[in-house]
Every structure is written in C-alpha cells, then in structure tokens.
C-alpha cells in the first residue's frame, strides 16, 4: 500500500498494511517541524491543500504579520482570516463585528468573504494532482473564521450574544448560521471539485468535561447544517470521505456525526475523552484520528514516552479504522523536533 490507500483504508474502517498517521487535522509546515536528518521515506500518510489566497488577501497577510504569535490569534493565516472577517480578537471593545447587530437586517448587511472564483478549483486541483503523484493522501479545508459554524457565529455575534440568540433570538441564530452553512457548502463543493481525499470539518464545540452546548441545541442547530454540507460535497464526490475536528469532550454527538456520514473523529484528546471507551462503544464504525500525546505531552516528554504512547495506542485501538496523530497542535515553539521525529518513527516501525 502506499500512503494514500493506506488512509483511505483506515477510513474505511479497515486495517491497512501499517498504521497510518498524519500531524493535525489540517496543513502544517513540515520543513519547520522535520528533522534534516529524518528518513526522507518516513512523513506523514497525508497532506492537507490550502484555498488559493487573493491579491486581497496577500496584502492583509502583511498586515497581520505582526499580530502572529499573539496567543489571542496564532498563526499568521488565523490573524489574517481575523481580518478578512473583522474579527479583532486583540482588542478589549468592538472585537466581534455583529455584537451590535440590532435586527437580523444586520446579520444580513454583513459581507462574508468570497470564494467563488474559478481559478480556485483549478489551483487546488494541480495541488492534488500533485500529491497524488507522489502516493500521498490530500485533505482539504474549508476557509473560515476558526470553524465552520458555531465557532464563526459566535466569533462574530460573540459568546454570551450568540448563546442568547440561540435559547432566546432562535431565528436570528438559524439566520447567520444559514449563511455560514450556505457559504460552508459552497466552498466544500470547490474541494470536491478538486479531488481531495478526505474534506476536514472543524468546530470546537467541546471543552474539559462537557460541551458549550447541549447536545439538544446542536441537534437543532447544527447537525442538519452540517449534514448539508456533506451531502453537498458528496453529490460532486461521492467517495469523499469525511474528518470532523472538536477539541475537548463531544461524546454526546459522535453517534449523530456517524448517521449524517462522517468517517473520522479527531482529535480524541487523552484528558477529554477515552479512545478505549469508544472504540468499545462505536467499533470500527468511526475512524479515530488522533489520540496520541496530552497537552503537555509532545513539549515535556522524551522521545522514548512519545514511542510508548503510540505503541500503547496501537496494543488497545486495534489495527483497523485508526489513524495516529498528535492529539494537540505540534506547530508551538517549544515543541523539540525529536519528539516529532519519535512519534514518526515509532508508526512507521509499528509495521
């Protein structure tokens, strides 16, 4: 198997060759995370493509720039995804663009970025053709404002404004979340479109030891919306398959995740949820695609505890529908490359 059959494989709620793995759950900077001295055969099994940005968005690039690093923000892309939105999280007032919005006539005259160019599908689909060339899996990413719903709705209404609308202004709730799904949908067809393997969902709904919301409330609000979006992007790729991303706890929802079509689950996070647990309660019915390292785990261990936790997650997960991957974000400054290099190692050797 090569790397592209060997997740999609796993994905399908089979046992590839090896254990596959990946990073995260979108594209990050191998050159800055791999070692010079890694085995040039051992890399991840999939690669994850970027929407093509404009001449726009190249200038706002620049000016978020300096705002990168900022534990408020992120990364230079999260800082200027910030400003195509409006979305000033640095600032103590008017960081939320909607939380002055007086009628849902607001939610409307708010302009969200577009992303209906043509050259995008066909940027992108060179970059996948790309990849597959080379035996890679892709994944794609949808353009957002840090998820594809609850995440965008709330950063632009912000928190406490959103979750009254959603208890007590239902209608504007389903509004702005109609727009979000209606330009979610258009841009998961774009992916479609251009032939990646595996479309990447993301919304932090979870959180240490419960969900933001009821699980009621994202049933009402959120599945069908979110089902929407798949089903849309499976009418153009059918075999597309799906990863949903939440950090912290979203036990709740997972068996609704899996009724409207999604695949996989990241990213398992050890001190929110137990992957043993759910592998017994789901089988092989949801790929787990994450699961290895706590918060602290990749930043403060050796290599050889990094190698025993990927060897204990594959002794009690299983061979079939699993994909290793740091279960929190790797692309931090203190992170030491050997570690990396161990989790890498340590799942090409699992054999």
Known sequence: MNSRTRILTALNGQEPDRIPCALSFYRVDL???????????????????????????RKLTRIAKPFAGDTRIGTVNQARSYLVWRYQPQVQTQRNPLAEAQSIKDLHQFPFPDTSSTYIVRGMAEQVKKLHSIGLAVGGNLPHLGGELFEAAWRLRGLENFL??????????????????????????????????????????????????????WRIFFKPRLE???????????????????????????????EIGVNAINPIQPDHMDAIKLRKRFGTNVTLWGTVGTQTAFSFNSPEKIKEEVRFRIETLGRSA??????????????????????????SESG
């Not at 479109?193 to 479309?199: E, P």
């Not at 849309?232 to 995740?257: T, V």
């Open 322 to 347: 699993l994909i290793l991957c740091p279960a929190y974000d790797i692309d931090e400054p203190d992170i030491p490359r050997e570690n990396i290099q161990a989790f890498l190692s340590a799942v």
């Open 31 to 57: 050159g800055s995370l791999l070692p010079k001295s890694l085995n040039p055969g051992i890399r991840p099994d999939i690669e994850f493509v970027n929407f093509p940005i404009s001449k726009e968005e």
């Open 164 to 217: 009254i609308d959603l208890l007590e202004r239902p209608d504007w709730a389903h509004y702005l979340l109609d727009r979000l799904a209606d330009l979610a949908r258009r841009n998961a067809e774009t992916l479609a479109r251009s032939g990646v393997d595996v479309l990447s969902l993301d919304d932090d709904v979870g959180m240490p030891g419960s969900m933001m919301i009821s699980p009621r409330i």
């Open 228 to 258: 929407g979006i798949i089903v849309a992007a499976r009418a153009i790729k059918p075999d597309l398959r799906i990863l949903f991303h939440s950090d912290g706890y979203f036990e709740p929802i997972i068996k609704d995740l899996i």
